[in-house]
């Protein structure tokens, strides 16, 4: 990060690999027919767009065909949670997700809800993580849907995707299993055969890729909706002409991905440094669970309200977020399924990290927060 930033924030989004972002340029400037069109510069685009989709494919092992592509993790979300459940809609109604979902997947959930489905909420353990004996109750033989994310948003807690499938198959459920899997991509091994999953949601930008670009992944032979009509781009899932640059970044950035086995030890360490530092400052409390995913560290900043300090540590340079960076500084949905107390919400800070994140970042960040405890606490 240039000058003196240390940008922390990673979660939220991350900034585009130069190397994609040229990717698009061209495919804005040079290559840009439209993929549909018949002629040559409708061929180069649609190349282009398909080589685009293997690269996708090869980050998750998918067949390129299990790939459809949308305008983000949102919009993927929607597409898998409203397209399997109209497509299941004869054969059960019941929808299992969590209290600490994303809000794309929670508010999808309400609107089936209000659409006569049976929707079942499950809370978090204390530490963010989801019981599996719950998880297992909660899903039987009418269960058209499971959502889970693989990994919170927030907290960095996993999810036990693999025994929601399990849970499936024992009750011989019509059910599909559906995770959101945005946070997961690019950080840890991220398999929907080894998940037993049957849609997968990626997202561009938090890969160093551009906003605007995302992907489900549809595994072979699971039936799904549209939601929207129009000229059957995608499989006629997805209807409307494709953002070539976008996608065509997105897929540069999955390519320039580091290999998980070297960026997850690095992070880890990382993760273990700012967490030492946090359990010396007077006050702080760590609130994601040790097991979780590294990239994810939140925590609760004494008596200081996340808010202020979060402008403190952004005047010094240093850069996190409040909860989840659509939560537009609301309290936080998840901390508060944890049950934890509404000071500890309030005061609730996320740093997150990306492979390309150093000691300095961290040790700028805990120096910030000691002289932010030291000055804000006594206002």
């Known amino acids: 990060m240039a000058g003196s930033e240390h940008y922390l924030d990673s979660s939220a989004t991350t ?73 299941l809609r004869r054969r ?138 129009g000229g059957g781009q995608e499989r006629a899932l997805r209807s409307g002409t494709e953002s070539v640059p976008l996608l065509g970044a997105f897929g540069a950035a999955v390519e320039l991905l580091p290999p998980v086995e070297t960026s997850l030890p690095r992070v880890e360490a990382l993760a273990r440094r700012l967490r030492a530092g946090l359990e010396r400052l007077p006050g702080v409390a760590l609130n994601s669970p040790p097991d979780g995913l590294p990239y994810v560290v939140n925590f609760s900043a004494g008596r200081v309200r996340a808010e202020t300090m979060l402008h403190f540590l952004s005047q010094r340079g240093v850069y996190v977020s409040a909860g989840s960076a659509c939560g537009r500084a609301k309290p936080s949905h998840v901390l508060t399924a944890m049950g934890l107390p509404k000071e500890r919400v309030a005061s609730a800070l996320r740093a997150s990290f990306s492979w390309d994140s150093t000691e300095d970042d961290v040790d700028a960040l805990l120096a910030g927060l000691a002289a932010g405890l030291e000055s804000l606490s006594h206002e």
């Open 92 to 229: 059960g109604d019941r929808i299992v997700t969590t209290q600490i979902e994303h809000e794309s997947v929670l508010n999808a959930a309400r609107e089936l809800e209000d659409q006569g489905f049976e929707v079942v909420y499950l809370p978090p353990e204390r530490d963010g993580t989801l019981s599996e004996s719950a998880l297992a109750q909660a899903i039987n033989e009418k269960t058209v849907l499971v959502s889970l994310m693989l990994v919170n948003n927030e907290t960095g807690a996993l999810l036990p995707v693999q025994a929601a499938r399990r849970a499936l198959n024992r009750c011989k459920s019509p059910g599909v299993l559906h995770v959101d899997g945005v946070q997961a991509f690019g950080k840890m091994e991220l398999s929907p055969k080894k998940l037993g999953a049957d849609l997968v949601t990626v997202s561009a930008h938090k890969i160093h890729g551009p906003k605007g670009a995302g992907a489900l992944y549809v595994k072979k032979g699971v039936r799904v909706l549209p939601r929207a009509f």
């Open 15 to 87: 900034p585009v690999d130069p190397r994609a972002a040229r990717v698009a340029y061209d495919l804005m400037t040079v290559e840009w027919g439209n993929p549909s069109s018949l002629h040559d510069r409708g061929f180069a685009a649609r190349q282009a767009l398909e080589h685009a989709r293997e690269q996708v494919a090869r980050g998750l092992g998918a067949s390129p065909e299990e790939i459809v592509f949308t305008s983000g993790g949102t919009e993927a979300n929607n597409l898998a949670i409203f397209g399997a459940a109209a497509a």
